[in-house]
């Protein structure tokens, strides 16, 4: 395998659509736990949700089973440039700086996995901020991709799709540091005990999940309260109507009005999110390497 294979982006990005579709639902109940609290957004002040299992029940009772999939579509495109783009680049990188500087390392590794977290989460930015938008709305919203795109477009312009890129790529960078040396990392010290099966596999996986949802969850909080915010044009005052300045001032004021603590919530459902979806992508994409 070298840079010019196309195999690790065809069963990466293949891997991470299955996986997406699977673990969904999970991923909604987090996003609308990290955005309830904020005391400087008024709509979203207020703790609707107690918990995980509490915004899943409450989700389905008020707005219908449909809500839990709000924004699967803009999820699948994300997943089918971001997850192709990742674990191609990350799988060529890798192979290729083995074989032309020496073996493998742990060291080695999070340098492919940065470069191809913060390289791929940069491109596919749009699609996240389209996601995270429509998981807000739910059902409620009523509102297509096309129509939340052209949202987004007229009333904050090309940049508001790409609002929150800086703590993505961040939080990108950061997932891929950990969880793809911590898989390969588990995988290749399991191997002599399981051998390359599913069970050597699944271990690694959710150890890999594990490690990613500890180290992201802050950072990923601070990524979805900047792309929900509205950067409208004018407010009634014509005064510019923001919530948050950028990543620091979010980190700066969501400690400062909600604690330490904040930085952890939806930390549940993004362990139960991780966990499952590491398994799904990396045994999905193990067998399709099996089979072809």
Known sequence: ??????????????????????????DTSKTRLQIQGQKVDIKHAKLKYRGMLDCLLKIIKYEGLPALYAGIWPAVLRQS????????????????????????SVQLNVLCAVIAGSFSSAIANPTDVLKVRMQVEGTTGNI?????????????????????????????????????????????HLMIYLGNNISNHFISSFTAGFASALASTPID??????????????????????????TLDCFVQTFKNEGIWAFYKGFVPTLFRMGPWNIIFFVTYEQLKRIY
Not at 5 to 10: A, M, N, T, Y
Not at 230 to 236: A, D, F, G, I, Q
């Open 144 to 188: 297509s991709l096309f129509a939340c795109f052209k949202n987004v477009y007229y009333q904050e312009g090309i940049s508001g799709l790409w609002r929150g890129v800086s703590p993505t790529a961040q939080r990108a960078a950061l997932i891929a540091a950990v969880e793809l040396p911590v898989y390969d990392f588990c995988k290749s």
């Open 221 to 246: 909080v601070v990524r979805t309260r900047l792309m929900n915010q509205r950067k409208l044009k004018y407010c009634e005052q014509r005064i510019p109507a923001h919530l948050y300045a950028g």
């Open 81 to 104: 440039t971001y997850g192709t783009i990742k674990f191609g680049t990350y799988y060529c990188l890798k192979d290729f700086f083995v074989k032309h500087y020496g073996r493998e």
């Open 1 to 26: 395998m070298g840079l010019s294979d196309w195999r690790p982006f065809i069963y990466g990005g293949l891997a991470s659509c299955v996986a997406e579709f699977g673990t969904f639902p999970i």
